[in-house]
């Protein structure tokens, strides 16, 4: 297993300097002034500021220096102070967002990561449940019944699926509105009493003892962890069904079922610890579908996230930012990914004991 | 000639063997590749799949008969009846700009009146003109993009897949950056890119999916010329002096290549979806053009009224969806197909 994770850890720096180099090669595409949001807030009025402002970032200067200078940023040799920088977390200046795009993410990302850990939780329990279903009444109802859903599923975009749901679910019975609080909700989370403990919503409601406000986020977030997480249980309800199917034909389950032991006990003492190995790795999968699936669910549900922030930004070709979102979605999934394969060589015995 | 031609399949016991023809088809795309052939068109899913797209391609030949354009130079441009942002209800009457009457219209309605069938969109622009010639550029778009990156993916997987060793360990890395950003993020991002530098129009959209699309085809091929490399036939073609590129050209491709192929083709579904969606944030196609992501993306406007204009997003929804569902159809049954244990049981 070491060898595994060894070689596994090898390949993130790797990522890191390949998706580091793609996102400042899609810079390159700026002219010199726009690329100037990286260092400074304000924008050049006149042509001699411009010409200073490029010649004081280096932004004419050979593309491996300034590949440097957008990592590290350049300390002012006056006021000691440094100006960009992703390596210390200085993405540049949004002019959309009017502020700086660090900002930005630490004001929508804890709403992203609440919307996604929330889907998590029907993405596998529905998905698994619905594989397992079809697996074990192989070629029954429940399986072409399964294999229907996924077809269906997998035809309908997170548009049109998020569109038809506020269509039915808020326009015509106005029970999930979109958004991410109501008014009165906004406004106690605004107030002085309110403390922010994890920046998540549902939790800090909690947290707060306000179980009017938790409900009432809750009530926002249904339709779009509804939207989120329907992409997924079709891929999980393949992958599950075809591995639980392989397992239901090895030895030890014909053993168990010959000793008697009850069918439920089979399936699920038996078979599904073991079927569920394959499924792990979808699992680092579908954090990547995730993360692409906030961009329209959000947009959709007019949900203040990082995926409607990055759409928001492209359609009014803010390319700074949007390539500051990206960069901040490649790390995480870099580093989530690196966690799906640790735990999947940690479940799997035959790759822990190698 | 080719009725000559007899293969045995299976053998019985004794002398009993099962004599067959084989048809012009099946000498021509070899054995395996005609079973799947054979299977897609006899399963009933990848019928009505089938039926689906057909019916697509009828409506994209037939637009300018169903839905006549009001200038023919330009017929993507959807008309619209005044600037008015409400939409209108389905059947209601053409005022302004009323594009030429379709023929098929008199003989079942007995009228001289067009009218919106569909009613109209955010604009006024008309949902049944957009829709139909929608069909159009769902097809247009969806073979450019999906021809262009399976050349990619082929070149760079067969080359990678060929030479193997440090070239190989560079392109699959290359591969694995190219993967790491969602799909539609990064294409997003290209695309927002592209659009000041070459204008709005389909161009940067496609482009954006192309450039992130091509990675899949790569590893597919890769894994199956990997493959094929270990067989027997190319092992004695090399034994008895071959050329490199003559082996590669005639013994290895034409035998990899063959589910690459079919997965593009079933990925056209998926180009179109992933297209729409671009439209859909607002990347892409100008605005007016006949482009079912962009009407839908009308309706973004409209969401607390959605009760009222359900048909703002029920129509376009469900050309995208049926389209899509098309494709699928024809893929699921061809899983099915090339799912080992189904094989040796005739048929599907």
């Known amino acids: 297993m070491t060898t595994y994770i060894v070689r596994r850890l090898l390949l993130i720096p790797v990522l890191l300097f390949g998706v580091s180099v793609m996102i400042f090669g899609m810079l390159q595409f700026l002219s010199p002034v726009e690329r100037s949001a990286l260092y ?69 990302f804890p709403n992203t990561l609440d919307l996604t850990l929330w889907a998590i939780v029907p993405v596998i329990s529905v998905g698994i449940w619905l594989g397992v279903q079809a697996a ?25 699926f998020g569109l038809l749901m506020l269509m039915i679910f808020y326009a015509n019975l106005g029970w999930f509105p979109p958004g991410r609080s109501s008014d009165w909700a906004s406004q106690v989370i605004n107030s002085d009493q309110w403390r922010s403990y994890t920046y998540l919503l549902t939790i800090d409601s909690l947290l707060n003892l306000r179980f009017d406000v938790f409900l009432d986020t809750l009530r926002h977030m249904v339709l779009p962890i509804l939207t989120l997480s329907y992409i997924s249980w079709a891929t999980f309800l393949r992958v599950t069904r075809s591995s639980m199917l392989e397992t239901l034909r090895q030895d030890y389950v014909v053993t168990a079922r010959a000793k008697g032991l009850p069918e439920k006990d089979v399936i699920n003492k038996h078979a599904r610890p073991n079927a569920l190995i394959p499924v792990v790795t979808v699992a680092g999968f579908t954090v990547v579908l995730l993360m692409g699936g906030v961009v329209i669910t959000e947009t959709v549900f007019n949900y203040p996230g990082i995926g409607s922030a990055a759409a928001q930004a492209a359609a009014n070709l ?31 015995p035959r790759l822990r004991l190698q | ?24 088809l099946e000498r021509f795309v070899g054995p395996e590749s005609y079973r799947i052939l054979r299977a897609l ?10 039926s689906l797209i057909a019916l697509f391609v009828v409506v ?8 006549p354009p009001v200038n023919p130079n330009d017929p993507f441009s959807m008309p619209r009846d005044g600037f008015r942002a409400e939409p209108q209800p389905m059947m ?127 590893r597919l091929i890769r894994g199956d010329i990997l493959s094929v490399k270990q067989r027997d036939y190319v092992m004695a073609a090399r034994v008895i002096g071959v050329k490199d590129n003559r082996i590669l050209w005639r013994h290895i491709l034409p035998n990899a290549v063959f589910p690459t192929l079919v997965y593009a083709s079933l990925a056209i579904g998926d180009v179109v979806l992933s297209f729409a969606a671009l439209s859909f944030l607002g990347i892409g196609t100008p605005t007016g053009y006949a482009d079912w992501g962009q009407i839908l993306s009308f309706a973004r406007n409209w969401i607390t009224d959605l009760s009222t204009y359900w048909y703002i997003v029920v129509w376009p929804g469900l050309a995208l969806v049926l389209f899509v569902m098309g494709w699928n159809l024809v893929g699921d049954a061809f899983r099915d197909v090339l799912d080992p244990r189904m094989r040796g049981r005739g048929g599907a």
């Open chain 1, 136 to 160: 074990v009444h192989h070629n029954g109802f429940a399986d072409q019944g399964g294999r229907v859903f996924s077809i269906v599923g997998t035809s309908f975009p997170t548009f049109v």
């Open chain 2, 1 to 24: 000639m080719a009725e000559s031609v007899i293969a045995r399949e299976g053998f019985g016991a004794g002398d009993a063997i099962e004599l067959r023809k084989i048809g012009w």
């Open chain 1, 40 to 108: 400074v807030r304000d924008f050049p009025r006149n042509d001699r500021a411009v010409e200073g402002i490029i010649k004081r970032y280096g932004l004419d200067l050979p593309l491996p220096i300034q590949y440097w200078r957008w990592l590290v940023g350049k300390v002012d040799s006056d006021t000691g102070e440094r100006h960009g920088g992703i390596l210390f977390g200085d993405f540049g200046y949004s002019r959309t967002a009017s502020q700086p795009v660090v900002d930005l993410i630490k004001q929508r």
């Open chain 2, 92 to 218: 209601s009457e053409w005022n302004r700009n009323q594009p030429p009457l379709p023929a098929w219209w008199k003989p079942i309605m007995g009228t001289n009146q067009w009218v919106h069938l569909l009613g109209t969109s955010e604009g006024q622009y008309d949902l049944f003109y957009g829709i139909i010639w929608g069909t159009r550029t769902a097809f247009k778009t969806a073979l450019i993009v999906t021809f262009t990156t399976l050349v990619i993916g082929l070149v760079v997987g067969s080359i990678s897949a060929y030479y193997g060793g440090k070239l190989d360990n560079v392109i699959m890395r290359f591969v694995d950056v190219m993967l790491t950003l969602p799909y539609i993020m990064a294409a997003l991002i290209l695309a927002a890119v592209l659009t000041p530098k070459i204008g709005r129009s389909l161009i940067p959209a496609m482009v954006a999916l192309i450039v992130f699309g091509w990675m899949n085809y790569a």
């Open chain 2, 41 to 50: 068109v006899k399963t009933p899913v990848s019928i009505l799949g089938f």
């Open chain 1, 318 to 348: 803010d390319v700074l930012t949007v390539l500051g979102l990206a960069l901040f979605t490649g790390l995480l999934l870099i580093l989530a990914n690196l966690v799906v394969d640790v735990l999947y060589a940690y479940i799997d």
């Open chain 2, 60 to 67: 994209a030949i037939a637009a300018p008969w169903i839905a």
